[in-house]
């Protein structure tokens, strides 16, 4: 990634954003949330503002809450 891109991507990061520390610490409860079928969003828009943006705790996101709801997955 160019100097550019980085800047460019620093300059567009939503200021909501937790960060993967953050996010990863919580993603648990928003994943209940959901399965709850709350909105854990309102809650807690900086992990939203987080999964949205990065690629990695997106693909945890979408991992935890597939084992959460598809009771096939569970083993």
Known sequence: M???ARLEAFLTTDPRDVGCDEAMAVLHVYVEAIAAGLDPAARYPGVAAHLAACGPCNEDFEG????????????
């Open 64 to 75: 935890l809450l597939a084992a959460v709801t598809n009771p096939d997955l569970g083993g």
């Open 2 to 4: 160019s100097e550019w």
